[in-house]
């Protein structure tokens, strides 16, 4: 979890800590959400059914892309 914290951090220094969830559970749940992914991959995520597997997965998907951007149809 202080993995993918760290990621989003080095991403946007400003992005606000206490705005996530401390639950690790949560937290993964809430990466899956927050991330500009296409929906086929977020619902692969989703059903991974370990927290601490979606979280490495998430970090995985995080550190292998240089941008994200959001797509509007």
Same mark, same amino acid.
């Given at each position: 979890?202080?993995? !993918?914290?760290? $990621?989003?951090?080095? #991403?946007? $220094?400003?992005? *606000?800590?206490?705005?996530?969830?401390?639950?690790?559970? =949560?937290?993964?749940? #809430? !990466? !899956?959400? *927050?991330?500009?992914? $296409?929906?086929?991959?977020?619902?692969?995520?989703?059903? !991974?059914?370990?927290?601490?597997?979606?979280?490495? =997965? $998430?970090?995985?998907?995080?550190? =292998?892309?240089? #941008?994200?951007?959001?797509?509007?149809?």
């Amino acid at each position: 979890m202080s993995l !993918v914290k760290r $990621e989003l951090q080095s #991403w946007n $220094e400003t992005f *606000s800590m206490e705005s996530m969830p401390h639950d690790p559970i =949560a937290f993964s749940y #809430w !990466v !899956v959400s *927050s991330l500009p992914l $296409e929906d086929s991959t977020k619902l692969t995520l989703l059903a !991974v059914n370990s927290a601490i597997q979606r979280l490495r =997965a $998430e970090l995985h998907i995080m550190r =292998a892309v240089r #941008w994200l951007a959001c797509l509007f149809v």
